[in-house]
């Protein structure tokens, strides 16, 4: 039976790509589903044979930490050149994004915070 591997919700495609090359140069027999058209699902990349799940998953943690080192190596190496993004320059980039999350996050403050008031009138 067949066994999710990596859940593509919020992966980049460059770490896709990396785990379909990873799979492939091990030999290991895998398959793609696609992401629903509405949003429900957002697909994944599954492992065939459950023999070949534990090498699969050995493989994809190796990996996981290889990845995490490089990628935390190289934000810091942004935030020393002054590179890395910054809230303002989200601020710049998305205003109107930012501004909606703002209000959304008071409004949900508002309504925690209503019945204590109505308890307290």
Known sequence: M?????NLRHVPDDEA?????????ARIDYYETR???LGISAGGIWVRSDDDVPEAKRRMAEYQR??????????A???REGTAETFSDLVRAQPLRVLVIVVAIALLL???????????R
């Open 35 to 37: 992401p629903g058209p």
């Open 77 to 79: 190496q942004a935030r």
């Open 2 to 6: 067949a066994k999710l591997l990596l």
């Open 110 to 120: 508002g309504l925690m915070a209503l019945p204590a008031y109505l308890i307290g």
């Open 17 to 25: 790509d990396d785990v379909r090359a990873l799979l492939e140069a």
């Open 66 to 75: 290889e990845r995490a080192l490089r990628v935390r190596a190289e934000h």
